[in-house]
């Protein structure tokens, strides 16, 4: 399925420095150091990022310093999580409502998706894939920061939308795509669709940002986080890297939503 873009995707992957020359020689495999420091995060109202409805959660822009991080380059796929399926037992990723809809059956993933991200995972899932797997979610500033850099910009290549760099609603593929398939979805870090593709789940509770006088009901420790566009949305609001794309029970399974980890830095701040 899509060969000739996903034989692209696989060469950039292969080929990207993985994260420039702050990123150490002995980097975990599969993963891109983002290092230390502060960035912009949030969206500006100034700047027609925000409607109405969609991204006012987003508000205020506001500076926040991260120390240094490693994080995944591409969306965990169902290939890797069937390793956690197998070591553990757990449940195979599915939603009871869509028996047919590119389930799983006997703990394993329709035919042809082995490089898709896996979707149908509860926050717990992915969660606990990556403390298995060594890692953690990434927190909601370290998801963004990996995805827009240290300039604010409005998408991972820049300010301006582009149709056709990730697979969002509007590029028409119509279900996933293997990660790291479309080249024009990458951030100034080398991370890869964090435009589109799936949402993904990252540790946080839903609130509001430090600064903003928004007062919703579902603040609190009572939703969970997803970043990031996805096939099923529209890139435009959904794809911008200020988003907060859905807010979700951690037992929400839906066929849009993914995860990929992170892990922390070693002590004193070192890759």
Aim: hydrophobic residues 35%.
């Amino acid at each position: 399925m899509f060969p000739a873009r996903a034989a692209v995707g696989l060469a950039l992957l292969l080929a990207w420095p993985g994260g420039g020359e702050s990123a150490a020689a002995g980097a975990p495999q599969g993963m891109v150091w983002i290092a230390p420091g502060p960035f912009q995060m949030g969206a500006d109202a100034s700047n027609g990022e925000v409607g109405t409805e969609v991204g006012v959660d987003s508000l205020p822009r506001h500076a926040v310093t991260l120390p240094g991080f490693w994080i995944d380059r591409t969306e965990v796929t169902n290939v890797a999580y069937r390793e956690f399926v197998t070591a553990t037992g757990r449940e195979a990723p599915a939603d009871p409502r869509f028996k047919e809809f590119f389930a799983w059956k006997d703990g394993d993933y329709p035919q042809g998706l082995a490089n898709h991200p896996v979707v149908y995972v509860t926050w717990d899932d992915a969660n606990d894939f990556c403390v298995w797997a060594g890692k953690r979610l990434p927190g909601e500033a370290e998801w963004e920061k990996a995805a827009r850099g240290t300039d604010g910009r409005n998408y991972p290549w820049g300010d301006d939308y582009r149709a056709g760099n990730c697979n969002t609603q509007d590029a028409n593929f119509a279900w996933t795509t293997p990660v790291g398939t479309l080249e024009g979805d990458v951030s100034p870090y080398g991370v890869m669709d964090m435009c589109g593709n799936v949402a993904e789940w990252v540790a946080d509770w839903y609130a509001a940002y430090p600064g903003s006088d928004l007062q919703r009901n579902s603040f609190g420790e009572v939703l969970k986080v997803s970043r990031g566009g996805s096939w099923l949305m529209p890139g435009q609001p959904y794809g911008r890297v200020s988003n907060r794309t859905m807010a979700s029970k951690p037992d929400k399974r839906h066929r849009s939503m993914g995860f990929r980890c992170a892990r922390s830095a070693q002590e004193g701040g070192e890759p």
